[in-house]
């Protein structure tokens, strides 16, 4: 049997607005094997960024329990929490989220700046990763001097950098023209085969869902699978 990536049982979210309750997460059940490319498809506002703050620990559930790698998070200690998402957890978000003031090889650069290497070695990771996703023509670009798809390449190799266990990708091509979405979902399915790496993305478009090993719906905060 495969090992589990991510292990969550019936965790349960919601949030206070007022007087009123909103339970947007029901009791979710999911795992994912490491090696897997799976999709998270379903409508908006139906839980998936918040099941991805979950996954990504920048949430805590109200209950249910979380595994990473076998281990159960706990929650009681914010520096082993970032820690762990330091090193486990690579992000790429709709929109990019690359730091404006830096290149694309700066940019790549800022998960190690935690870690303790030197300015050479985060260098080297840099370029290796830039010239992994077919960026690094651009390192030395600002974001605004590049297209989405270009930037998302970048924010793409700054995930991979610290060598997570896994990527967890909140629409990635949401806000890329269609070839240009189709090229990044290529590219994520390239990294899952070639380098074995972990991914969970979530999109709206069944059609990108159905290139991935394997999809689950969220409708109103519960997990289907599609
Ligand atoms: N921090 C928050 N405070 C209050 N409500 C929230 C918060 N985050 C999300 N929600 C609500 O939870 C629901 C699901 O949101 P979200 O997970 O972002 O959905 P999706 O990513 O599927 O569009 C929405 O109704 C949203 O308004
Ligand atoms: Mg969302």
């Not at 139906?46 to 790698?69: A, N, Q, V």
């Not at 281990?71 to 929109?95: A, E, H, M, P, W």
């Not at 070695?121 to 600002?142: N, P, W, Y």
């Amino acid at each position: 049997m495969k090992s589990l990536m991510l292990d969550i049982e019936d965790i349960r979210k919601s949030y206070r607005i007022g007087p009123t309750e909103v339970n947007v997460l029901k009791g979710i059940n999911l795992s994912v094997a490491t090696g897997e490319l799976l999709a998270i498809i379903g409508p908006s506002g139906s839980g998936k960024s918040t099941l991805m703050h979950m996954l990504g620990l920048l949430e805590k559930p109200d209950s249910g329990t979380y595994r990473i790698e076998g281990s159960k998070v706990l929650y009681d200690d914010d520096r082993v929490l970032s820690t762990l998402r330091n090193r486990k957890i690579g992000f790429v978000f709709q929109q990019y989220h690359l730091l404006p003031k830096l290149t694309a090889l700066e940019n790549v650069g800022v998960p190690l700046t935690y870690r303790g290497l030197s300015m050479t070695e985060i260098r080297q990771k840099s370029i290796e990763f830039l010239t992994k996703v077919d960026i690094m023509q651009r390192a030395d670009h600002r974001p605004s001097e590049m297209s989405g798809g270009q930037q998302q390449r970048v924010a793409i190799a700054r995930a991979l950098v610290g060598s997570p266990s896994i990527i967890l990708a909140d629409e990635p091509t949401g806000a890329l023209d269609v070839k240009t979405g189709e090229e990044i979902m290529e590219l994520f399915q390239r990294l899952n085969r070639d380098e074995g790496i972990t991914i969970v993305i979530i999109t709206h478009n069944p059609e990108l869902a159905s290139q991935c090993g394997r999809s689950v719906k969220i409708i109103d905060g519960m997990i289907y699978s599609a």
